[in-house]
């Protein structure tokens, strides 16, 4: 089964509204991070945050490692916060990095 | 800032043709990664090194070689190209002792495969 699974698959908001985004993995998990995809480009990273919560601006991620489990909350998203979030880790291969499918994010005025 | 550089950028082939994909990473990080990225799969990992002559296999590995000739440069051939690797290829680098072992993406290379 997929060893790492992202919830919702989409998710539509206006603009103002928060975003909750999940990550679930099927075991321990080190160097957790979330990328941000623009439609059409990269991947670049958002956030690091293994274990415990990280801040970054309107990005808020918390990592509960004994739950294997880890969210982003995006606080009063904007237009320009739409694209592909994806998260990714290191499970049980060091330096092999499993990237879960991705939750798009459609965020209109 | 991290930099990693792909190239081409894009490449269209026919059915089992011979393409190569090049990266070059001035980041000075002992790791680099083979993606491919196809709707409804996300991301995934196709080969990867943690040095220069290293390589290891990752999840998706068929039909795909790869050779890391320096520190800076890692290469992923398909020596007969299907139809099958048509998809979007990202390579990434990563420092293993780095405060925040995060991965730095380069562009992307469209390959199209007739």
């Known amino acids: 089964g997929q060893q790492v699974q992202q919830s919702p698959a989409s998710l539509v908001l206006q603009e103002g509204e928060n975003a909750e985004l999940q990550c679930n993995f099927s075991?321990?998990?080190?160097?957790l991070q979330w990328f941000y995809q623009r439609p059409g480009g990269s991947l670049v990273s958002l956030l690091y945050?293994?274990?415990g919560t990280k801040h970054t601006g309107r990005l808020t991620s918390t990592t509960v490692t004994k739950e294997r489990r880890s969210s982003l909350h995006i606080s009063s998203s904007q237009t320009t916060d739409s694209g592909t979030y994806f998260c990714?880790?290191?499970?049980?291969?060091?330096?092999?990095?499993?990237f879960g499918r991705g939750t798009r994010l459609q965020v209109y005025a | 800032e991290a930099a990693v550089t792909q190239s081409p950028r894009n490449k269209v082939t026919v059915t089992g043709g011979n393409v190569t994909l090049s990266c070059r990473q001035t980041?000075?990080?002992?790791?680099m990664y083979w993606y491919r990225q196809d709707t409804g799969h996300g991301l995934r990992l196709i080969h990867y090194?943690?040095?220069?002559?290293?390589?290891q296999i990752g999840d998706v590995p068929d039909g795909y070689k790869a050779t890391r000739t320096t520190q800076e440069d890692f290469f992923l051939l398909l020596e007969l190209a299907s139809p099958s690797q048509t998809s979007l290829y990202f390579c990434?680098?990563?420092?293993?002792?780095?405060?925040?072992?995060?991965?730095?993406f380069g562009a992307g290379t469209r390959l199209s495969v007739l």
């Open positions: 990434a680098s990563s420092d293993s002792g780095g405060k925040r072992n995060t991965l730095y």
């Open positions: 075991s321990t998990a080190t160097r």
């Open positions: 945050n293994p274990s």
């Open positions: 990714a880790m290191e499970l049980q291969v060091v330096g092999q990095l499993t």
């Open positions: 980041n000075s990080h002992n790791y």
């Open positions: 090194s943690y040095g220069a002559g290293n390589l």
